[in-house]
């Protein structure tokens, strides 16, 4: 999920209300030996048996917290639960249904207790668990095929999950934004999803009152549950990016653009259905002006550069505009097509608009509009004509603002930068 921007955290209204401790309610197979390993960080507040000779521990890594701890208990009391390497938060269920399975990561001693109490504040008054799972239920009701954590420290968590190694970390920069959540397929058709803390707690502006910045991390929530269930959704079906982006029939150049545009296929899918079922709190038009910049900066850069090292120069370049177009596939839905089918602009442009989209904002936008949203069913066939012309016109664009880059018949890759200044 590509979030625009940083943003304000809302920090400074964490004090007013979220005098809450994180709580951790963990399943450990053979319970006390963990919390005995390590007393420093487990503190065992309550144990019951859970059968299967599982037991459940309620424990607290920020303090003291027995009392409430005991009331989170009772709360529970009908939950199920499934191990993890990561601590478990339950979520009710009715006794038949398959466990839900959701878990906090990536938090310490050192993080920041307003927001762990901003944290908790949300799970235990506001519904928070409750408004991630309704959403990716939504689209993915097996409850068996994902598991949802809540982390402080997204490359970390990922990191862990996808047991990359050190020389190759998980990176959340993504252009002018950054990932704040990602959906991890295993082979055994089941999903991690990875939802970062920050992202449902960052805004773009300060908001003036606890109430509204709930009401932001709601939106937020139910924004980034239904995205990033969409992602597992489209996977389970055979229309994920997979399974069509080998389309045939495109020049060596055009064919290099597949994977990358196979990606914006799917978010815009998924978008068009958010769009429409939970917006998110932030708007990308909002982050365009930073996104265009950041392009036109990345140009001049390898242009100035290009001779000491065209590879590192072609790769900025490349990785630039792929950051762009993403914006775009994101911006499609939010602006959506007037009452003639004619693409929205923003209002007011954004600096740059013109120069960068505004000659090749209709092709796009309705070439994403060819799309059906994540939960109406497409062909692979439908999938791959749609890549195949947004493959032709990533090319055509670059040239349109001024780089020629491209492979030829044997594989060769050239590029040129057109303009003496971007």
Not at 204 to 223: K, M, Y
Not at 319 to 334: D, I, Q
Request: glycine share 8%.
């Amino acid at each position: 999920m590509l979030v625009d921007g940083r943003g304000d955290s809302g920090e400074g209204l964490y004090h007013q209300l979220f005098a809450y401790e994180l709580l951790d309610v963990v399943l450990v197979a053979g319970g006390r030996e963990e919390v005995a390993a390590r007393p420093e960080r487990y503190g065992l507040l309550e144990e019951s048996s859970q059968g299967s000779g599982h037991r459940v521990l309620l424990v607290s890594i920020m303090g003291n917290a027995v009392s409430r701890a005991r009331r989170v208990r009772r709360r529970f009391a009908r939950a199920t639960v499934m191990s993890s390497a990561s601590s478990m938060v339950t979520v009710m269920t009715d006794t038949p249904a398959p466990p839900i399975n959701v878990a906090l990561d990536g938090f310490g001693e050192g993080d920041d207790p307003e927001l762990a109490g901003a944290l908790a504040f949300m799970i235990e008054q506001q519904g928070l668990l409750q408004t991630l799972v309704a959403g990716i239920v939504e689209l993915v009701p097996d409850t068996t095929r994902w598991r949802l954590t809540l982390t402080g420290d997204m490359i970390s968590t990922v990191n862990r999950v996808t047991e990359r190694a050190d020389d190759n970390p998980y990176t959340t920069d993504r252009g002018a934004g950054y990932a704040g959540a990602i959906t991890l397929p295993h082979d055994d058709g089941t999903f991690d999803i990875v939802i970062s803390i920050e992202v449902l707690f960052a805004t773009r502006e300060d908001v003036g009152s606890v109430e509204a910045l709930v009401a932001h991390v709601i939106a937020a929530a139910e924004h980034l549950s239904r995205h990033e269930a969409g992602h597992a959704a489209l996977r389970l079906r055979g229309e994920d990016a997979d399974a069509y982006q080998d389309v045939q029939g495109l020049s060596n150049s055009d064919a290099a653009c597949r994977k990358p545009l196979a990606a914006h296929v799917d978010d815009n899918r998924i978008e068009q259905y958010t769009a429409l079922h939970a917006p998110s709190p932030l708007h990308h038009v909002d982050h365009l002006t930073n996104e265009i910049a950041h392009l036109r900066a990345e140009l001049n850069e390898a242009k100035r550069t290009w001779r000491a090292d065209i590879g590192a120069a072609a790769y900025r370049t490349l990785t630039a505009a792929n950051g762009l177009v993403r914006m775009l596939a994101y911006l499609s839905p939010e602006l959506g097509l007037d009452e003639s089918g004619t693409p929205r602009r923003p209002d007011p442009l954004p600096d740059g608009w013109d120069e960068y989209v505004e000659d090749s904002w209709d092709a796009w936008s309705l070439t994403f509009h060819r799309l059906w949203p994540v939960d109406e069913p497409m062909t692979t066939n439908e999938l791959g004509a749609v890549l195949a012309d947004l493959c032709r016109l990533m090319n055509a664009w670059m040239r349109s603002i001024g780089v020629n880059w491209g492979l030829t018949d044997d594989d060769q890759e050239y590029i040129f930068w057109e303009k003496d200044r971007y």
